[in-house]
């Protein structure tokens, strides 16, 4: 398991456009993609679960990749974070 905090930099947070950007790279690995914001525990790979979340600008999530791609994927996605979230 690898995890690493990250916080969220979109001025409109994880509404659906994003959500579903995250939900599709994060789709692309074979590790469970999940993250944890204030004691929740949502899985990156569906929609819905993230949107859930309630995630604005500003908010600090804890990323946690399982997997045989695990350490793969967390780069990746915590760079796709950081450079908007494909907006």
Known sequence: MK?????????????????????????KFKSKVTFDYDGNIANAKSVLSVLGACIKSGDE???????????????????????GLGE
């Open 3 to 27: 995890s690493q905090k990250i916080a969220i930099k979109n001025p409109t947070g994880l509404h659906l456009r994003p959500a579903g950007n995250l939900c599709r790279e994060a789709m």
């Open 61 to 83: 999530i804890t990323l946690i990749c399982e997997g045989e791609d695990e350490e793969e994927a967390l780069t990746y996605l915590i760079d796709y974070i950081n450079n």
